[in-house]
């Protein structure tokens, strides 16, 4: 049985209080924005490479305005971003179809695009549609360097993510773009491994983290 569409759940912001002097202060402040942003070790250098994304809730997750660049704890984007790299924004709604995506994506500024999508067409369109609709997604974006990632487990119908995962594959060759199994440290066999997700879609701020340091790691090796 394959899993509904995925629609927006309750937000879980996960607080890192930083001293008892400041923790009320930032307890307030989670309240009002309903997550915390995760923060690189240090920030992106004038000359980093200007990385953008689109994707669905897997990218989107609980960030307030992904993108204005307000990321969520559970966005993988926020794990993404470092000294070399700097996130300048893109598309990502809850829900979102690969044909949505090629429909409402906006043009792009940037010198890397990360697409993360197919998890909501798993299953339920053919592979080929997919293909087709994560080249408009390039071509409208207008970003020349571009990295495919691997989606992460659907617990409910794992055969689904795994077959899709086997396409985006060689699409990505075909395509001349970077492919990333960055899903590849959330699983345990074809679902997720402990800890890395709550409902069986949505990666937890730990399995996003894994994510984006995948991705981050693809973005560098694609904008060089």
């Known amino acids: 049985m394959l899993p509904p569409r995925l629609r927006p759940a309750h937000h879980r912001p996960r607080l890192r209080l930083l001293g008892v002097a400041l923790a009320l202060g930032v307890i307030l402040t989670a309240c009002a924005s309903g997550a915390t942003q995760p923060s690189p070790t240090e920030e992106p250098a004038e000359d980093a490479i200007r990385m953008a994304a689109v994707g669905d809730s897997i990218t989107d997750a609980n ?32 829900g979102a179809s690969t044909e949505q995506m090629a429909s409402e994506t906006p043009a792009l500024e940037a010198d890397v695009l990360v697409i993360l999508a197919g998890t909501n067409d798993a299953g339920r369109m053919p592979h080929e549609q997919i293909g087709s609709n994560l080249a408009r997604i390039a071509e409208v974006a207008g970003v020349e360097e ?32 970077t492919w ?3 899903a590849a440290g959330l699983r345990a066999g074809d679902r997720f491994a402990e800890g890395m997700a709550d409902d069986g879609v949505h990666p937890t701020a730990a399995g996003a983290e894994v994510l984006g340091e995948a991705i981050g790691a693809a973005v560098l090796e694609a904008g060089s």
């Open 63 to 94: 960030s307030p305005d992904l993108p204005a660049g307000e990321v969520g704890t559970e966005s993988w984007v926020g794990y993404a971003v470092g000294p070399q790299v700097r996130f300048v924004g893109g598309w990502a709604v809850w």
């Open 146 to 177: 571009v990295v495919l990632s691997s989606v992460p487990p659907i617990d409910s119908a794992p055969e689904a993510a795994t077959e899709l995962n086997e396409f985006l594959r060689g699409f990505a060759a075909d395509q001349g773009w």
């Open 180 to 182: 990333v199994d960055a």
